[in-house]
């Protein structure tokens, strides 16, 4: 049992990180679309002419996404959870949420980088790629605690979950860490110029 708990705990700590880097990511990029212009992100009149442009915007387009998804799904589940029905209709809503949530947030991310004329960024696509084992897990529970209530899987969907909620914020600071970097050295370069 107490295995069990310290896993709760440890899960929750990463989420509510995964919602802290989400949210500061948020923050970057605000302060990057201030910096660049809205255009640039949003305007295909403005050409990336650089890979470093195509993964800021590429980045840019994903975190906007998930932060959106992630609020959205925030609200979703604990609506789901108050509903007054069967627990097991609960839990058909809650994984057919899921699922049908991380398609959307796939479909958004490939429809917004091909409406910009965009390719993926590799943080773009880690992100994706964090996304199809919690998809593919998320899918075995619908059906196994779903519809045959069956138990045997959770440990592993939860194990799955938060490795996710591990690989976000480094993927995540990891673009913002390779940006403060690269703006550090064009400093730097200017200086000694001058």
């Known amino acids: 049992m107490d295995q069990i708990v310290d896993f709760l705990i440890v899960s929750g700590v990463l989420y509510k990180g995964l919602q802290a880097s989400l949210f500061i990511a948020f923050l970057y990029t605000l302060y990057v679309t201030r910096r660049r212009g809205y255009g640039f992100f949003c305007d295909r ?3 990336l002419d650089n890979p470093a442009d ?3 915007v590429s980045w840019h387009i994903t975190i906007v996404t998930l932060f959106v998804m992630q609020l959205i799904d925030h609200i979703l589940q604990y609506s789901l959870v108050a509903l007054d029905l069967d627990y097991v209709v609960r839990r058909r809503l809650f994984y057919f949420s899921r699922l049908f949530s991380i398609g959307i947030f796939i479909v958004s991310v490939v429809a917004l980088h091909s409406l ?4 993926f960024s590799r943080y773009s696509r880690a992100i994706v790629y964090v996304l199809l084992p919690i998809s593919t897990t ?13 138990e045997v899987f959770r440990p592993w969907h939860r194990l799955v979950a938060c490795i996710s909620q591990l690989a976000y914020p480094i993927i995540i600071f990891s673009f913002i860490a390779s940006q403060l970097y690269a703006d550090f050295k064009q400093r730097a370069s200017r200086r000694a110029a001058q």
Do not use: A, E
């Not at 910009?116 to 390719?119: K, P, T």
């Not at 998320?138 to 069956?150: A, F, H, K, P, S």
């Open 116 to 119: 910009r004329g965009c390719s």
């Open 45 to 47: 009149r403005h050409k």
């Open 54 to 56: 195509r993964d800021l």
């Open 138 to 150: 998320t899918l075995i529970q619908l059906v196994l605690r779903g519809y045959l209530d069956i």
